[in-house]
C-alpha cells in the first residue's frame, strides 16, 4: 500500500536529517531511536488511536539506559547527570500531559488525554531531557490544533490522535528546541 512507501520515505528522510543535524554521534545514535519509536506510534495512532506500550514504554528504558551510558545526549558530563536528566525528562512529560488530561477532563466533562499520550511524552523525555520536553508540550498542542479545526470544519470530527502531534514537536524540540527556547528568554528579559 501507499502507507508503506510513505513510512518508509519519512523514516529515509528522518535519518537524513537527524545526520545532517548530529553526524554520527551517540546523539545521532540515540535519536534514530527515538525517531523510530516515533514513527511507529504516529502511524499506529492515526490509524486505530492508540499507542503500543510496547513502543513508549520500551523507548522508556532505551532512553534511560543510553542517557546513563551516553550523558553527552542530554549535554551531561557524567552517567548519574545523563540518567538523572533523563528521569526528570521522563517525568516532567508524563506528568505536564497527565495534568492537562486532568484538566481538560474536568473542563470538557469527557476524557481528554489518553493514557498512551502520557507515556508517549515520558519516552519522549528520557531522551530530550526536561526542557526540551517542555517545549514539545507546548508545541504539540499548536500543531494539533491546527489539523484539529481544518477536521472539525470539513468533517465535523470532534476528537483527533495526539500521538502524531506530540512526535511532530519532539522532532522539532530536537532540530531546533536549544534555538527556540533562546530566542525565547531573550524575548522575556
Known amino acids: 500500500s501507499l502507507r508503506y512507501f510513505l513510512v518508509e520515505l519519512l523514516t529515509a528522510a528522518v535519518f537524513l536529517i537527524l545526520f545532517i543535524f548530529f553526524g554520527a554521534t551517540p546523539k545521532f545514535f540515540s535519536y534514530l531511536i527515538l525517531a523510530s519509536g516515533l514513527i511507529v506510534a504516529t502511524f499506529v495512532d492515526f490509524e486505530i488511536q492508540e499507542i503500543p506500550d510496547e513502543v513508549s514504554i520500551g523507548g522508556l528504558a532505551a532512553g534511560l539506559i543510553l542517557s546513563a551510558a551516553f550523558p553527552s545526549i542530554l549535554n551531561e558530563s557524567s552517567r548519574w547527570g545523563g540518567l538523572l536528566g533523563s528521569f526528570l525528562g521522563a517525568l516532567t512529560g508524563a506528568v505536564t500531559i497527565y495534568a492537562m488530561g486532568v ?27 526536561w526542557k526540551l520536553t517542555l517545549l514539545t508540550f507546548f508545541l504539540a498542542p499548536l500543531f494539533g490544533s491546527i489539523v484539529g479545526i481544518i477536521l472539525k470544519i470539513r468533517y465535523g470530527k470532534d476528537t483527533i490522535p495526539y500521538g502524531p502531534y506530540l512526535s511532530l514537536a519532539a522532532f522539532v524540540s530536537i532540530l531546533w528546541g536549544d534555538r527556540i527556547l533562546r530566542l525565547l528568554l531573550c524575548g522575556m528579559f
Do not use: C, N
Not at 109 to 124: H, R
Open 103 to 129: 484538566l481538560g477532563e474536568f473542563a470538557f466533562k469527557k476524557e481528554a488525554m489518553g493514557g498512551g499520550d502520557v507515556k508517549l511524552l515520558a519516552m519522549i523525555g528520557s531522551f530530550i531531557g
